[in-house]
């Protein structure tokens, strides 16, 4: 996405987020070839710089995405029902798609995403073959969609392919077979999700690939070790949705008289490149687990309350290695997000405070991109960090807005997190282009319109 060299090009920030509990006044940001040639606090503002008003943070990173559920939203709420029947709704949308209208689906999400502020996106692919689970001419068509989805949203992509070989586990701890929509999810074994990932290549300095195995309802214990060492080789990414919903704890208790963290663990999956999506329902144990590993945890508020998932156990994990995802889109905000972590901890240790807007920024910024693979050397993140060398992401957030007005621009971290939502972004930048201007989304302004013309295809 960086294109050829460019003149250094100057932005002048009246305040801006450089990582601590709060913001930096006069923060001047040099942009030169995607990347921040300088970074300087309490300046005054260069003639020759473009003022950005307001809050300027780096660019969001959402760490887990389903981009096929946004053709769900507002739609599978009628008659109560269950994570269960809910699933029953997304897989009557996987049997719909194919790579063409899957590419215009995605591509509209994610300039959605665009004009909230995220500049990255996870995207946990698991709708991989045709109906029925006949390979497409392209093995990886539906991936390569995603791919360039992506480019054409202006948003970097993680692709985290999903190995997906089980049905389920059922009460007695047997796996199922994989039916019906779920056919187009799997690989037959290991070994042919291995070869099909090792020959995607995504093209494009915007998107890499990691591994993700969905679930230890998906992926039997036995094959888990091979997922691992297939990421492990590659040095890649490793995602998983984990402990999700009690009945997965029961299962896999029931299955292997160990849950889901301990499986992990003992399978060589659970490593500081492991991101455990969810984790609603740990144990004791599994926490420390998860904090001796240097794992990464991907909350998602939103749908954790959406699914009636359960409250987990934020406070008792690492607060520094917190990522942020919108997985099913039932809305995206990233700002959301990042409060529900602390509204959500709040309400089950009774206790405000655990979680302040710079740790809660960390977990939508740097955490988030570290999470995805887009590390510098060392191990630092190569994005989400308004940070001489790291890449030029940005998000511009004015304070005058009716949600923010009034706001202590000293304190504008806590505002933004606390109040603002994904519809006060004014601006954003990824690689040193802007993606959004003025709130419009400069390569798809009309993103309403793709996302509702799509969405009503596939449920006509």
Known sequence: MTGRATAARRYWCEWAWLGGDTPDRGVLLEVADGRFASVASDTAPPEDAEVLGGL??????NAHSHAFHRALRGRTH??????????????????????????RLARATYAEMALAGVTCVGEFHYLHHAPGGARYSDPNAMGHALVEAAAQAGVRLTLLDVCYLSGGLDEHGSHRPLTGPQLRFGD?????????????????????????????????????PEVAAFADARRAPLHVHVSEQPVENTACLAAYGRTPTRVLADAGALTERTTLVHATHLTDADVTAVR?????????????????????????????????????????????????????????????????????????????HRSLGWSAEGGG??????????RADLVNVPLEGVRLAGADPARATDAVVFAATAADVRHVMADGRWTVRDGVHTRLPETAHELDTVIKELHA
């Open 292 to 368: 001796d590993a240097g794992a990464t945890v991907c909350l998602c508020p939103t749908t954790e309350r959406d699914l009636a998932d359960g409250l987990p156990r934020t406070g008792d994990l690492d607060p520094a290695l917190l990522s942020l995802g919108t997985d099913q889109h039932v809305r995206l905000d990233l700002f959301a997000e990042a409060r529900g972590v602390e509204l959500h901890e709040r309400l089950r240790t009774h206790r405000r405070g655990t979680l302040g807007g710079g740790a809660l920024l960390h977990a939508a910024t740097a955490r988030g």
């Open 56 to 61: 300027t943070l780096p660019g969001l990173a």
């Open 188 to 224: 037959g074994d290991v070994a042919g999700w291995a070869e099909r990932l090792a020959a995607l290549v995504p093209g494009g300095t915007h998107a890499r690939v990691g591994a993700a195995a969905h679930s230890v309802r998906a992926v039997p214990a036995g094959d888990l």
């Open 381 to 390: 993140a190569d994005a989400g960090e308004l940070r001489a060398g790291a």
């Open 78 to 103: 009628a008659d109560g029902g269950s994570f269960w029947t809910w699933r029953e709704g997304m897989y009557r949308v996987a049997e719909r798609l194919d790579p063409d209208t899957y590419l």
